[in-house]
């Protein structure tokens, strides 16, 4: 029996939002087993949701989004020392979170083939969830605590693939671009330096995790204004403007005793 999309992504939101809300009943020592079980189930259920528009070529770079959203979701989740209740909010958002990646995923396989009205919509959406996966998986690198040899690699490692995804819903073709990759690869590399450097900055956790969520919108703005050749100056100062401000304000929350 054929199944509409508009229906797959529905039940994929629900059944998905259910297994977190399991996750919770599950003994700690289980607890990283069952996120990585549930990040394993949303690749399967997006492969499934968004099936039509998958092939073997860069179609695939949209199902990055959706696995470590579930994978920072799921940490954070997992440092998250409170009761069943409290944890409501963030089920919602999840849920709804995940019901909004299957409709830009869907909208970005799509326009890799034709052009549709809803294109410029749903980066406008995906950039935001973009940032708040990065969010969550900074929040989680920093809340552990490793030492500047881990921290910085990880940094790299989590950026790469969502880096590659953003630039890639701004050209939206079937082969990797030169510039797609470079773009990611430079701009990880940054994130790492930046990641080495909060390393020896006494600020807390969410400090430094919005820190280099704010340097992830600089460099994925700058980047995607570069592929859409609308990298001016005015565009490029906005940008910059952003950083210093947010620096300064680091500054402030930094306490240096």
Partial sequence: MFISKRKRFI???FILSLGFIAIGFVPDQYRIISILSLTFATLIFFI???????????????????????LGVGFFWFLLRVNIIARIPIILLYGLGVYGICLTSNIYTVSAIRTIALLRAARGVGFILTL????????????????????S????????????????????????????????????????EIAAILFFWPVSVVVGSLFLTVA???????????????LFAQTQRDYLLVGFAVFIGMLFATHWG
Avoid: C, H
Wanted: no cysteine; charged share 10%; hydrophobic share 55%.
């Fill in 216 to 230: 992830v919108y600089i460099l994925l703005g700058l980047g995607q204004a570069r592929l859409e050749e609308r």
């Fill in 153 to 192: 690699p990880f940094v790299f490692l989590v950026s790469f693939p969502i880096f590659m995804q953003g630039f890639w819903a701004f050209n939206l073709e079937k082969k990797l671009s030169k510039e797609v990759f470079f773009l990611s690869l430079s701009s990880s590399l940054v994130m790492g």
């Fill in 11 to 13: 039940a994929t939101s």
């Fill in 132 to 151: 708040l996966t990065f969010f969550l998986l900074f929040d989680t690198i920093l809340s552990l605590k490793w030492s500047v040899y881990l921290v």
């Fill in 48 to 70: 499934w949701s968004l099936w039509e528009g998958l092939s073997f070529n860069m179609t695939l770079f949209s199902l990055i989004l959706p696995v470590l959203f579930t």
